[in-house]
């Protein structure tokens, strides 16, 4: 019968799911999966937020939440800025890619500045749309199945995501598109070129060189993420109650269920 012939609903965890699976682990061991000697290299602690309990790294006991708006109270850069902006030079879009481009390409390991993908990510069978910079490189370039166009590289990604329609324009916070620009590196068994250590260097050496942001405005927090068939510990930094950045490590490849769903 029809009945008997219906296959299975198969159950998957959500992306929010598997993180707070995977949270437990990385911070109990947080020095085998968050950069902890980088950042005791620049004088940087360990504490955690009072507010969302979450671990994050400070210059100092200044900074006595983990740096999000929600935990922090406000956008407290509103009015003053931050670094170079607080004095006085304001730049538009393509001079903050421009600066971010001259850090990474001129880093200790040097990255190479690629043209961004399209938003449709047409040569993907498993999403319709370019929702984060890795997107563009997944599943083959991260399994090392394909090489990727350059190595390390960075790219200006335009990237789109539908699930917080609804706020936009309600909360100043939320918005359809924004440039991800990303830094993607690909190790292989026999070739090493960078991780989460100098990762974070240099994403540092861009905040406190080129943005000229005081060390004491920056928090780096220790998270999770999931997205496009791989999850692992991430580094969200702040300033001022803004999210600058997520410097993500991919540990763990997932793989759907063969069973079709009902």
């Not at 690909?186 to 090493?192: A, G, I, S």
Request: overall charge negative; aromatic content about 14%.
């Amino acid at each position: 019968t029809m009945t008997e012939e219906r296959v299975k609903t198969v159950q998957c965890l959500t992306p929010k799911e598997m993180k707070a699976l995977a949270r437990p682990e990385f911070e109990k061991n947080y020095q085998l999966y968050y950069p902890v000697k980088v950042f005791e290299k620049i004088g940087f602690s360990r504490t955690q937020c009072p507010k969302c309990h979450h671990f994050y790294w400070r210059k100092s006991d200044k900074a006595t939440t983990c740096g999000d708006s929600n935990c922090l109270g406000s956008y407290t850069f509103i009015g003053k800025g931050a670094g170079i902006g607080r004095q006085g030079k304001r730049i538009t879009y393509e001079e903050a890619w421009q600066g971010f481009a001259e850090s990474l390409t001129t880093a200790r390991v040097p990255c190479k500045e690629i043209r961004r993908y399209p938003v449709v990510s047409r040569w993907r069978n498993d999403v319709d749309f370019t929702a984060a910079g890795i997107y563009c490189f997944q599943p083959y370039c991260v399994t090392g199945e394909m090489e990727a166009p350059a190595n390390p590289l960075i790219c200006p990604q335009f990237c789109v995501r539908f699930n917080d329609l609804d706020n936009i324009g309600i909360t100043g916070s939320h918005y359809s598109g924004f440039i991800m620009i990303g830094i993607q590196v690909f190790n292989l068994p026999d070739k090493y070129i960078f991780f989460k250590e100098e990762c974070t260097e240099f994403n540092y050496r861009w905040l406190t060189e080129t943005l000229k942001i005081d060390p004491e405005e920056i928090t780096f927090t220790e998270d999770v993420w999931c997205g496009g068939g791989n999850l692992g510990p991430c580094i969200e930094y702040f300033v001022g109650g803004l999210e600058i950045g997520d410097m993500a490590v991919s540990y763990t490849h997932l793989t759907l269920p063969t069973t079709p769903y009902v």
